[in-house]
Nanobody
Framework: VQLQASGGGLVQAGGSLRLSCAAS????????MGWFRQAPGKEREFMAA????????SYADSVKGRFTISRDNAKNTVYLQMNSLKPEDTAVYYC?????????????????WGQGTLVTVSS
């Protein structure tokens, strides 16, 4: 499975962005998908995960209520809708895929990782 993340960019505080992660290769079916981020000088942290075919979902406390993860299985794509963005959301965002349930994603374990997409939130 290859993952290609896109949709990052520069946005003002309070704004919104939607990230996309397109999966290619075999096996999108049955994979749980997740989003992570890594800010400069910080460790990578879990943001959100979604199981197959559309749930369950889970979120980091820091983004709960502001970010929404979803997936379009016909397009082999997972999304992260980010609203009410804050400067502290500035980071490189990564998508990841994990066979089976999304539980392992919450602790940063994944079978596949995509390249990152940079999100910059200005104050």
């Amino acid at each position: 499975v290859q993952l290609q993340a896109s949709g990052g960019g520069l946005v003002q505080a309070g704004g919104s962005l939607r990230l996309s992660c397109a999966a290619s290769g075999r096996g999108f079916n049955s994979y749980a998908m997740g989003w992570f981020r890594q800010a400069p000088g910080k460790e990578r942290e879990f943001m959100a995960a979604i199981g197959w075919p559309g749930g369950p979902t889970s979120y980091a406390d820091s983004v709960k209520g502001r970010f929404t993860i979803s997936r379009d299985n016909a397009k082999n794509t997972v999304y992260l809708q980010m609203n009410s963005l804050k400067p502290e959301d500035t980071a490189v965002y990564y998508c990841a895929a994990q066979r089976g349930t999304p539980n392992s994603l919450r602790i940063g374990v994944a079978n596949y990782w995509g390249q990152g997409t940079l999100v910059t939130v200005s104050s």
